[in-house]
C-alpha cells in the first residue's frame, strides 16, 4: 500500500476507484466499502484509492470542543486499511484553505484532474468542499461531464443497522465494550508505553505495567476493570488492566494499569498492542489492601474464563 501525504507529491494514477472520509475505527461498515472499492478497481485493472484527513477535521474546525476522542491515531487506522487491500491512501493535510476549497473545483481539479477517477464509490450522507456544500448530487451531476461514474453507498449496504464511529465512541465511554467490539468486527485497542510506577502491585502479588499513552486525542474507555489481551514482543498474553484514579489507594491519581497472566519480563521503555476484550466491572473503593486483592483474585479468574472462551 503506498500513502501520500502530500498532494504535491501525487503520481499519476492509473484510472482509479475512488473513496473518502475520515473512515475513524475502520470498522465493518468502512470494511465493507473498502472492500467493494478494492473488488471494482480489480474488474477495471485500475487503481483503489482512499483520501482521508490529518487530523481529523473537527479538530480544526472546532478547536475549542474538547469532547472528541478518536478510535485510532493515523498510524492505527493506516495499518488497519493495509489489511483490507487498498492500493493508495492520500491523507490529505487538513487546513482552513482546504476546507474551503469549492465543491466544483474540488471535483474537477483534484478528483479528475490529480486522482484520474473513473469510479466514486461514496456514503448517501457524505459531504465535501466548502461548508460542506458537496455531496452525492453534486457528484453524480458532474458524472457525464467528467467521463466517471457514482456508486451510492446507502445504510442498508453496510448493515442492518448504520454502524458509524460515533456509536462505537460513545459504546466505549459507557464501557459496552461487547458492543464496540461487535461494531469494529475485532477488540478495541490501543498502544501504550510502558513507563515507571509505584511497584504496588508487585508487592500485592499482581504486577502491572503503567502505561502511557502518547496521543492526547485517542479515546480511553469509561474507567472500569476489563480483560484484555496484549501483544508483547509479537506474543500475545492475556490478562486484565485497569482504567482509572485507583481509589483504594491515596494519592495515586489517574492510571492505565495491565496485569498480565503468567508474564515476568522487564518491558519498561516498550510500547505494547493492548486489545480490549470485555469489561469485568466498575472501579471500587476497598476498605483495605486485602481486600483489594480478594477482589483481584476473582478479577483474574473473571477474565480467564472471559479469555479462554473465545
Not at 474540488?106 to 455531496?135: C, S, W
Not at 472500569?224 to 485497569?242: D, H, L, Q, R, T
Not at 480490549?276 to 483489594?292: G, H, M, Q
Request: charge should be negative.
Amino acid at each position: 500500500m503506498r500513502i501520500f501525504d502530500s498532494l504535491d507529491l501525487l503520481p499519476d494514477f492509473k484510472p482509479t476507484v475512488f473513496t473518502q472520509g475520515t473512515f475513524d475505527g475502520v470498522h465493518l461498515g468502512h470494511q465493507k466499502i473498502l472492500l467493494q472499492v478494492k473488488q471494482a478497481a480489480e474488474k477495471i485493472n485500475g487503481e483503489s484509492v482512499l483520501l482521508t484527513f490529518w487530523p481529523h477535521p473537527r479538530l480544526l474546525l472546532f478547536p475549542e470542543d474538547n469532547d472528541l476522542k478518536l478510535l485510532q491515531t493515523l498510524e492505527e487506522k493506516l495499518q488497519m486499511i493495509e489489511t483490507c487491500g487498498i492500493h493508495n491512501v492520500v491523507v490529505v493535510p487538513f487546513t482552513k484553505a482546504f476546507s474551503n476549497i469549492l465543491p466544483e473545483d474540488y471535483i474537477h481539479e483534484f478528483l479528475v484532474n490529480e486522482l484520474n477517477i473513473h469510479t466514486a464509490i461514496i456514503g448517501y450522507d457524505h459531504r465535501f468542499g466548502r461548508n460542506r456544500e458537496g455531496d452525492i448530487h453534486l457528484l453524480k451531476a458532474n458524472a457525464e461531464k467528467f467521463n466517471y461514474r457514482v456508486l451510492e453507498i446507502s445504510p442498508e449496504d453496510v448493515n442492518d443497522i448504520t454502524i458509524s464511529s460515533t456509536k462505537i465512541r460513545n459504546a466505549l465511554l459507557e464501557g459496552d465494550v461487547k458492543t464496540a467490539n461487535a461494531y469494529l468486527g475485532r477488540p478495541f485497542n490501543f498502544y501504550g508505553r510502558v513507563v515507571e510506577g509505584r511497584k504496588l502491585g508487585r508487592e500485592l502479588g499482581y504486577p502491572t505495567a503503567n502505561l502511557e499513552i502518547e496521543n492526547p486525542n485517542k479515546l480511553i474507555p469509561q474507567k472500569g476493570v476489563y480483560a484484555v489481551k496484549g501483544v508483547v514482543n509479537n506474543e500475545i498474553f492475556g490478562g486484565m488492566m485497569n482504567i482509572g484514579e485507583n481509589p483504594t489507594i491515596l494519592g495515586k491519581g489517574f492510571s492505565i494499569e495491565v496485569n498480565f497472566f503468567d508474564f515476568n519480563a522487564d518491558i519498561y521503555g516498550q510500547v505494547i498492542d493492548i486489545q480490549i476484550v470485555d469489561r469485568l466491572r466498575d472501579e471500587l473503593k476497598f476498605d483495605n489492601l486485602d481486600s483489594l486483592v480478594q477482589k483481584l483474585h476473582a478479577d483474574k479468574i473473571h477474565a480467564l474464563s472471559i479469555l479462554q472462551s473465545i
